[in-house]
């Protein structure tokens, strides 16, 4: 009887035991924080409040008021127009009298005569107390032109009663006072008002006349007598100028 023998297995090999992957540190970069200028988040300075008034337009742009502008005030009296307007409103000059006023500018402010009157006026006139153009006296018109002449022709073409009448006609004038190749006070007989003419030189040859008509009635009165000057002095540059 053959004994047959139990095939041994052998135990293979173990598997191995695999180690869990150790998982790989990822270093962060750092994150790089825009400065102002790249994020574009810049800063803007606070908005500012405009002011009101003619008073608010100074810082931008240069004042023209009584028909003066801001440098010519201010080489005169030595503040601005903008100064001025604060340093009024400050003394309560809106609630005082024109007179009151010039006078203040005189006596405290050391202002000439003739400028205290200017700065009054364009204060009135920047604070709705006075209209444009309209003068404590009344209202004025003004017209000016350059000439293609010398100033002795110019100055003969107003003070010559005949070459007056050629580019003047009849106007109801009154000549008052001449200062020879400076200027003229005329009168205008129609209703009282008053002529104030300026003579410069302006170059070689040439000539600048300024007429200023004042003690007008109302804006409507200005309105006609500037229309009247600019068409007279353009005559007059014509005949001038045609005469060369």
Known sequence: MVTRKKAVRK???KPSARKP????????????????AESGAT???????????????????????????TDAVA?????????????LDKAGAVAMPHKAIAAMLAEKYGVPPWWSQMVTVGY???????????????????????????LDRAYGAWTD?????????AAP?????????????????????????????????????QVEHGRLADAQARAK?????????DRLKAMLEKAA
């Open 11 to 13: 135990p293979g090999p």
């Open 173 to 209: 004038i009154e000549v008052k006072r001449a200062t020879d190749g400076k200027s003229m006070r005329i009168a205008w007989t129609a209703g009282g008002s008053r002529v104030d003419v300026n003579f410069s030189p302006a170059g070689e040859g040439r000539s600048r006349v």
């Open 161 to 169: 009663p005949s070459l007056r009448a050629l580019w003047l006609g």
């Open 124 to 150: 009135e006139q920047a604070r709705g107390l006075r209209e444009a153009h309209q003068k404590s006296d009344g209202f004025a018109a003004s017209a000016s032109r350059t000439l293609q002449a010398s």
């Open 225 to 233: 007598q500037k229309t009247f000057w600019g068409a007279a002095l």
């Open 43 to 69: 800063r803007r300075p606070a908005a500012r409040k405009p002011t009101g008034g003619r008073a608010g337009k100074a810082a931008g742009e240069a004042l023209r008021l009584a028909g003066v502008g």
């Open 21 to 36: 992957a150790a998982k790989k540190a990822v270093a962060r970069k750092p994150v790089a924080r825009k400065t102002a």
């Open 75 to 87: 080489r005169a009296t030595g503040r601005a127009w903008d100064q001025w307007l604060a340093l």
